[in-house]
């Protein structure tokens, strides 16, 4: 069991639960000004289905990258992936695949049933099918012939399912309607997400290099996916400021929302120890903390709208 949980490698699943925390409490808000009823049932099935997408990512990823030997290249890895290292089999992993596929398509069915059935069938179809995407793109990131991982476009997946449909789609779960601006919190997120992803791929960068994973870090070259990392580390905080600006809350409706700022501290902090590090082994230690530093990002922007709402 311990090593399952470890393959399960949970120190990824605050990153997957910050798009449909930043989402759910927007449409929170939103729907407190409208007189909206805020359901919390879709709440706790959507933290489940993203969970079990989670899970079924990095067992998928597992798998993949040991059934083509890149795991057993790898000289930067600090966690020791279990069927490259042995611990489980690729069979008893392609089973726990197949396994947390069919969970997470239930769990998608029965939260979409809770959020649309009976008045909104056309969304529950349409739902369906990103839920049925989603699914995919959790297992075709290391798994098949052509894994769009090893073709360097896992940065745009990441962008697309972590944060656009996460935090746009979750919105949408609770209040039924589509607004602009919620592109804004949802790139925020999707950029923290790709900053976690990038860290990853530039920690590999030799072993991917000799194992034939063309990440796009790797593409690129170090130096520039450094800078690509200070992008993606400097914007999200301005879009979450552009977001309570367009929302009215620049001219004093609610302070409160402004406690996400505080992030800038630790986050200028922490881009200047990345940008510090001389080896690729050395980026390792700072993919949990991005992935943290992105889940109270959402938890802060939750509460600034919230808690004095």
Known sequence: MTDWIKAARLRTLPLSLSGIIMGAFIAKWRLHDEGGIWDWKI????????????ILSNYANDYGDGVKGTDAKRINEAEARAVASGKITAKQMKNAVILFSALSFIATVALLYVAFIPKYMNEFYIFIGLGVASILAAIGYTVG??????????????FIFFGLVSVCGSYFLFTKTFSWDMLLPGTAVGMMSMAVLNLNNMR????????????????????????????LLQLPLLLILMFLGINGFIQGQNYYAFIVMIL????SKLRRKILSVKEPKELDQYLKQVGIMTFVMAILTAAGLNLFN
């Open 43 to 54: 709440f706790a099935l959507a933290l489940l289905v993203t969970l079990l997408y989670q």
């Open 145 to 158: 012939k052509k894994p769009y991982g090893y073709m360097g476009l896992g940065d745009i997946f990441v």
């Open 204 to 231: 590999d960068i030799e072993s991917d290099r000799l194992s034939g994973k063309n990440s796009f870090a790797l593409r690129i070259g170090f130096r520039n996916a450094m800078i690509y990392e200070m992008v």
């Open 264 to 267: 800038m501290f630790p986050l």
